[in-house]
């Protein structure tokens, strides 16, 4: 069994999509980050970076892996589904998953920092990021101009990716022109699992839809900027 540890962020959406792709059996755990449950001893010896998600596989001796790209690996590699056995296949979705991790991801989050929850407006730093996140979608478009999916064929990075870029809009960048990424974008919706996943562990979206709730989220989500 896995129990996945996580809170209703793209991160943690791309191993709980993943986990319903793989029609794995998991259980939840949800970590509530504005309480500082991601602090607290007995998560940080599971994640001792203190972030989601992190999993324990009980039916591996109790194995514990943090950073969601290691889990991604990890739990495809146990299924045998969604990333390719041949090295050149595994190398390429391997690349795109790095391009998730260490872009997609990082500039999103921080133009959800300066956009979303900063207190001060800071034009510049708002600026550095969407745009840096749209030059990056525009790097996926081209991709996807070519390729049905990102990695050649459908794959743990395909889902990666796209539990952030579905969220463009929180993050205030544009997909406007990027027919191929869009078309992606919604494709993916239908992919087995993915509704699913991003209702785990609870719906943020229909919460987001109620402006009294949606001000309590952000508020909540400045109070980690501030830590």
């Known amino acids: ?41 007995d998560f940080l010896k ?4 203190g972030r989601i ?14 950073e969601s790209g290691a889990i991604m690996l990890y739990l495809a590699e146990k299924a045998g589904k969604l990333i390719p056995s041949d090295v050149k296949g595994r190398a390429k979705v391997v690349e795109w998953l790095m391009f998730q991790m260490g872009g997609i991801g990082p500039m999103m989050g921080q133009a959800n920092v300066f956009f979303r929850y900063f207190p ?9 990021y969407q745009n ?3 030059r990056l979608f525009e790097v996926l ?19 990666a990716n796209w539990c952030w870029v579905r969220t463009h809009n929180w993050s205030g960048v544009s997909i406007e022109g990027l027919e191929h990424l869009n078309n992606w974008k919604n494709k993916m919706y239908e992919q087995p699992g993915m509704l699913k996943g991003i209702k785990v562990p609870v719906d943020r979206e229909s919460i987001l839809k ?17 830590k």
Request: hydrophobic share 35%.
């Open 1 to 41: 069994m896995i129990h996945l540890y996580t809170a209703s962020t793209p991160n943690g959406h791309k191993v709980s999509c993943l986990l319903e792709a793989l029609e794995m059996p998991y259980e939840a755990h949800a970590i509530n980050l504005a309480e500082g449950d991601q602090s607290k001893s």
């Open 46 to 49: 599971i994640s001792p970076n």
């Open 53 to 66: 998600p992190a999993i324990v596989d009980t039916d591996n001796d109790d194995l514990s892996i943090f």
């Open 120 to 128: 001060e407006k800071i034009q510049p730093a708002i600026d550095r």
């Open 132 to 134: 840096e996140s749209r």
């Open 141 to 159: 478009d081209k991709q996807l101009s070519t390729n049905e999916w990102i990695a050649g064929e459908y794959s743990i990075a395909d889902i």
């Open 210 to 226: 109620n402006d009294k709730d949606k001000k309590e989220f952000i508020k909540n989500a400045q109070k980690m900027v501030k």
